[in-house]
């Protein structure tokens, strides 16, 4: 089974800009369609974004459409998540995760991903 590993998480500024990667270990990611979710502090984990398997496809939830772009690499083995415009609200702990079990009308949903990175925290300050 696939292994991933988040990366890129740190303190940012409001405004400012991060980007995360999972990189994936054992499997390609070329069999995968992946996503981003995150869970802030005495919050419930949260859909942030998703990408089809064949990069075709991205899916944003209303609080990151145009401030976040997910994309993959299937050389690096690598998906990206790029975050512009950060707010204090958008501190949390950032899951990679990985599906085999793709539902378009169910993206949003964690319960259709299978595998899943330990996080990587995001801090943006005021």
């Known amino acids: 089974q696939v292994q991933l590993v988040e990366s890129g998480g740190g303190l940012v500024q409001a405004g400012g800009s991060l980007r995360l990667s999972c990189t994936a270990s054992?499997?390609?990611?070329?069999?995968?369609?992946m996503g981003w979710f995150r869970r802030a502090p005495g919050k419930e984990r949260e859909f942030v974004s998703a990408?089809?398997?064949?990069?075709?496809?991205?899916y944003y939830s209303d609080s990151v459409e145009g401030r976040f772009t997910i994309s993959r690499d299937y050389a690096k083995n690598t998906v990206y998540l790029q975050m512009d415009s950060l707010k204090p609200e958008d501190t949390a702990i950032y899951y990679c995760?990985?599906?085999?079990?793709?539902?378009?009308?169910?993206?949003?949903?964690?319960?259709?991903?299978?595998?899943w990175g330990q996080g990587t925290q995001v801090t943006v300050s005021s």
């Open positions: 995760t990985a599906t085999t079990n793709w539902k378009i009308l169910r993206v949003r949903s964690d319960e259709i991903y299978e595998y």
């Open positions: 990408i089809n398997r064949s990069g075709g496809s991205t």
């Open positions: 054992r499997r390609s990611i070329s069999d995968y369609a």
